[in-house]
């Protein structure tokens, strides 16, 4: 179990809203399910994952949660390949620049 000391950097969870307390005119699928948070801070008391403990963020927001991840890695793509989008690149590139003598 990974010990938590206060300052570490830390990422939390927690249910903003259950299912039942979600608004009436979301899409059925949406409401069936909890709005969930998840923030990344630094703990602001020692605990280990699984505590609810509070994280003050870069910005300096307070929040409480479930301690989830220890040392979160940032993790985000542009998703997979779309060879639609590189002809549609070059398209754009022939009529805006001319083509390959203006790169």
Same mark, same amino acid.
């Given at each position: 179990?990974?010990?938590?000391? +206060? ?24 409401? +069936? ?32 949660? +479930? ?37």
């Amino acid at each position: 179990m990974d010990i938590i000391k +206060k300052g570490d950097w830390v990422q939390i969870h927690q249910i903003v809203l259950k299912p039942e307390e979600r608004a009436a005119h979301l899409p059925e699928d949406t409401k +069936k399910v909890p709005l969930e948070l998840w923030v990344k801070g630094f703990a602001l008391e020692d605990g280990k994952i699984g505590d609810e403990i509070e994280v003050k963020t870069v910005t300096g927001r307070k929040v409480r949660g +479930k301690a989830v991840n220890l040392n979160p890695r940032y993790i985000h793509d542009f998703g997979d390949y779309v060879p639609e989008l590189t002809k549609i690149d070059m398209q754009l590139k022939e009529i805006l620049f001319g083509g390959d003598d203006n790169e």
